[in-house]
């Protein structure tokens, strides 16, 4: 046990000198740095890779990437998954709406106010259709006998988005910005991505 120890610690080390060079610095005195290039960089499993093409798309990079990988995690495919984070971005996305409707026309009805976060938060003419734009159905993690494109899939995993950007940022007002980069101002006007 003790030997399998020392030979992983000395090939840990042996592959941190062997990614090191040495350098000469204005002293004259021999140092090592590090060289980082794209050979180097271990793989990214898919799933990683598409969380990392996912962030880029909506312009938020996680502090805790956790949270996004939990937001496309249907529960489906682990215990541990979207389900808490949904109901968090569905409000978070509500209150961005009526805020800016708000704000847009103080004097807005009750009615058309609801209309209107009943407009964005609809499941097959809204959240869906921006999930799939964002191609969430290609990245949340479902089980095998689960479809990924489903309309309630993809809009669960849209909102938990929204949820999980609140929690990485302790901010609900910064989930709501990220919300109508990716959504756009009015419905059926969503940006192209």
């Known amino acids: 046990m003790a030997s399998s120890r020392f030979t992983v610690f000395t090939l840990a080390v042996f592959s941190i000198f062997s990614l090191s060079q040495k350098r000469r610095n204005e002293t004259g005195k021999i140092s090592f740095t ?29 502090k805790n990437i956790g949270y996004l990988r939990r937001a496309m995690t249907h529960s489906s495919f682990s215990e541990e998954n979207n389900k808490a984070l949904s109901i968090l971005g569905s409000n978070v996305i509500d209150t961005s709406v009526s805020m800016y409707y708000l704000g847009k026309d103080a004097e807005i009805s009750s009615k058309d106010l609801n209309r209107r976060i009943a407009d964005n938060s609809k499941v097959e003419t809204s959240c869906a259709v921006d999930g799939m734009r964002l191609g969430l159905h290609k990245v949340v993690r479902v089980s095998p006998k689960t479809n990924s494109t489903t309309p309630s899939v993809v809009c669960s995993a ?9 929690i ?7 989930a709501g910005i990220v919300f109508w980069k990716v959504h756009g101002r009015e419905v059926g006007k969503a940006m192209v991505m």
Request: net charge neutral; hydrophobic share 45%; aromatic share 12%.
């Open 34 to 62: 590090m060289q980082v290039g794209a050979a180097n960089k271990l793989k990214l499993s898919p799933f990683e890779s598409a969380l990392d093409t996912l962030q880029n798309q909506i312009g938020y990079a996680f």
């Open 168 to 174: 990485d940022t302790k901010k609900a007002d910064d």
């Open 158 to 166: 849209f909102r938990a988005l929204f949820g999980a950007i609140a």
